[in-house]
Every structure is written in C-alpha cells, then in structure tokens.
C-alpha cells in the first residue's frame, strides 16, 4: 500500500502538462490490448527534450515490449559512478562519422551536417521521488557536429534509450531513427487531416520495428514496418 505521501506525490505529477507522456505510453499500450488478433510488436516511442522525464523512463521499464528513445535535457547524476551524464559519455572516444541532411526552421538553415559520434552504456541515478525505481540502465549516444558553418549553432545532441547500442551501426541506426522526428514535422505542415484518435500512419521499409513519435501531446503511431 502505498503511503500517504506517495500518494500525493503521484496526484502532483498527474496534474502536470509532463504526464501527457506517460499517459502516450499507457494510450499506446490499451490499443495493442484492444486489438486481440494482433500480436504486440515492440514499440519504440520517439520524445524530444520534453520527454526527458524519470516517471517516462519508470512507466517504460513497467510497459511490456516497450522502449524510448530521448533526447537529454537534464544532465543526470549516474548511479554507480561519481560523475554526471555528459561528461561521462563526452569521455568517450569517437566510434565513428557520419553526415546528415538538417531540414530549415526558425532557428537554423537547411544544410549538410557532419558529426562524429559516441555511445555507451549508463545507469542514470533515480530521483528522489522515484528510489523504487533503483535508476534506469540505458544507452547513451552523443553527437556532436564538427565544423559548422559561420553562424550556425552546431548540433548537440545526447539521445538516450532503452535500446542496445554495442555498435556503430546499432548507433548510426538510432541517430536515423531520431531525425524521422522532422519528417512526421513535414508531414503535418502538408497535411492538417488527423483521424479521429490523432493518429497518423507511415510506411517505411528501412525500419524493422514500429515505433511513436510523441509531440505536443499528440500521439503518432507510425507503422514503420521492416521486411
């Protein structure tokens, strides 16, 4: 049973803007339960900095064949070690280079982007509100762009996820993965017609697994399925 206080706590958080992430996971979850004849694949929702939640990463760990991916917006203490998360994986060495193509928006322009890239593994402390938890072991890949053009902020991303990153090429496919975020971004620009549930259905043979990519509150379920 749990404590008064806890209880609070929980009642705090459900009345924040945050728990609309948490309610994603749970929404996405009761439809696979709703749909008896197909089976549950794993899931991979997609968040932006927004979603850099503890509660996110403790309902994820909860959710069956499910997983995130994230892009840091808190430098978190780690668990196991006296340091804290971007200078850990900072530390690291370059495993690789690669570039990508960056759409424009309000805050950059459109151009070819050039990063090398680190990764490894974490366990990011819990916070104090979730001790249960005993912390979140994840992967950590950080890419940093070099040589940016005159005037442009470089790209800085630390992306976190529960997904097994032991390589270059599980990397470079969740770096993948988080760019699809803009082109969800295209997809509404063109396109205002949302069904009914606020759903939005993809096809892309490059992607072996289906995943969501959350955004101001909406849930988009792409059906990214590989062969």
């Not at 004849?37 to 994820?60: C, L, M, S, W, Y």
């Not at 900072?90 to 990508?100: A, D, G, K, M, T």
């Not at 759903?199 to 792409?222: C, L, M, T």
Request: net charge positive; proline share 3%.
């Amino acid at each position: 049973m749990k404590s008064g206080k806890k209880v609070n706590r929980a009642k705090v958080f459900e009345k924040k803007e945050s728990y609309k992430w948490v309610e994603a996971i749970q929404k996405v979850s009761s439809i696979f339960q709703e749909v008896s004849e197909v089976e549950q694949p794993k899931v991979i929702h997609i968040f932006d900095r927004e979603g850099d939640i503890a509660e996110v990463f403790a309902e994820v760990q909860r959710a069956e064949k499910c997983g995130f991916l994230v892009r840091a917006a808190h430098n978190r203490s780690l668990n196991e070690e006296e340091n804290y998360l971007w200078k850990y994986v900072q530390n690291q060495p370059v495993s690789f280079e690669r570039e990508i193509s960056l759409t424009n928006n309000h805050k950059r322009k459109k151009r070819i982007a050039h990063l090398e890239v680190r990764f490894c593994q974490v366990k990011l402390r819990s916070p104090q509100r979730l001790k249960e938890t005993n912390g979140f072991k994840i992967y950590a890949v950080y890419a940093k762009e070099i040589n940016p053009l005159d005037g442009e902020e470089p790209i800085n991303w630390m992306l976190l996820t529960t997904e097994v990153i032991e390589s270059p090429e599980s990397a470079n496919t969740l770096l993948r993965w988080y760019t699809y975020r803009w082109l969800i971004e295209e997809y509404q620009k063109s396109s205002r017609a949302f069904s009914h549930r606020n759903f939005n259905f993809f096809s892309n043979s490059s992607v072996k697994s289906p995943f969501i990519i959350e955004k101001r509150g909406f849930i988009k379920r792409n059906n990214w399925m590989g062969n």
